[in-house]
């Protein structure tokens, strides 16, 4: 069954449509497809960005309590929603339930409720001028946000932009990927159904050529995107151009340090390495895809990783005992094959996967692959994959091992896997990367996210996540 959508939500309202062309979204499942929504153009841009910024006085005037009330409303009917988020999302994207259920359906409702908190408790600030007087330091709303949201974690890293930017006192259209539109209606209704003002939260679904157009677009105040680094890199030319303020969370290759005293007992740390190196079917840009391993314990080290991925169940992705669903398109598969076949070919050895499922004669799956006998130089160590591949690479001392791991163009993530905590704190510390964890990798919403290098610019979560979408007056008094 086709779900078709015949309207598109600007402004806060159903907006009846032109002729124009359509979105479809493909299962990718079983590569029928399951939905179609309008797609926006040039023309629908402009109305969002004209809707929000004729609302964002109102909201940005709002007492911060009463902006507060908004926020949790929201959340609190996302949250009556959850099952219908996760399910939308997984059909579209090929995130397993058990992930979306977890990530998908309840940390929009969290974020929001914690932003909420912030903006309700945050206070003026007054200081002691040098000179003399009083200084009220104001965090005042950057204005129009444009949030453009990619495929992988749709609502999650959709509100990691809009819970803030609402929060402060923006107001945000938002650009979904082509490939998750479905949850961005759900989304529009939701909003519209919780009382948001008409024009503080829009929608466009579109592609490329429409987020290139919110970049560029006059009434737009700052930009907030998650996405490639070759695209970060364009939207950073234009921002800088335009000496725009942008957040910018790219990609990442990030290890996965295996301390000598690491224990490798897959019934103990099985959960946690899912989540650090293959959750989301591999399409994660934090995951820790090169495992670093101690020399004299490598051939263990790879043994326990192709165990671990073997085990991996792989199916349909709206199975609740699934692990590893299809890739998001056939487009994305033939280039985690491509990357596959590159790897084979410059020598590295597959130990597991490397192919499709068998019985799978439908749907864009990659067996969970792992690569050996490789070094950190090989493209299958360098380029970031974002399929269920993982490379081994041996080192023979720690001094090694953090050399290896800051030898790369990404700094997003990254794990240290150690019996000593305050020995795995040491190295944790000598990684060059935004963020990272110690037995365990899991973004926390009080707490800064995202890269340095190639794989961003800013921070997201956190009370920094809100900063980023306000701006500093001096008062002199």
Known sequence: MITRYDSLPLGGDWVAPATRTTIRVVSPNTEEPIGEVPAAGPADADAAVAAARAAFPAWRDRAPAERAAHLRRFADLIEARKDRFAEVVSSQNGMPMAVASQLEALYPALLLRYYAGLAAAQQEENRQGLLGGTIKVL??????????????????????????????????VVKPSPETVLDAFLLARTAIDAGLPPGVLTIVPGGRDLGAHLVAHPG???????????????????????????????????????????????????????????????????????????????????????EFARSMSVGDSLDPGTQIGPLVTAR???????????????????????????????????????????????????????????????????????????????GLGGTVWSADADRALRVARRVRTGTIGINRYMPDPAAPFGGVKASGIGRELGPEGMAGYQQLKSVYC
């Open 139 to 172: 965090r005042e709303p950057v204005g129009v946000v444009a949030a453009i949201v990619p495929w992988n974690f749709p609502q999650t890293l959709g509100f990691m932009k809009i819970a803030p930017a609402l929060a402060a006192g923006c107001t945000v």
């Open 220 to 306: 737009v105040d700052k930009v907030a995107f998650t996405g490639s680094t070759a695209a970060g890199r364009e939207i950073a030319q234009t921002c800088g151009r335009l000496l725009r303020p942008v957040t910018l969370e790219l990609g990442g290759k990030s290890a996965a340090i295996v301390l000598d005293d690491a224990e490798l007992d897959l019934g103990t740390i099985g959960g946690d390495l899912f989540v650090a190196t293959l959750a989301n079917n591999g399409q994660t840009c934090f995951l820790g895809t090169r495992v670093l391993a101690p020399r004299h314990r490598y051939a263990e080290v790879v043994d326990v990783f192709t």
């Open 332 to 410: 994305q598969r033939d280039r985690v094959e491509a990357c596959i076949a590159r790897g084979r070919a410059e020598g590295a050895r597959v130990t597991t996967g490397g192919g499709r499922p068998a019985g799978r004669d439908r749907g864009w799956f990659v067996e969970p692959t792992v690569f050996a006998d490789v070094g950190n130089e090989a493209a299958v160590s360098r380029e970031e994959i974002f399929g269920p591949v993982l490379t081994v690479i041996p080192y023979r001392d720690e001094e090694e091992a953090v050399r290896m791991a800051n030898d790369s163009d990404y």
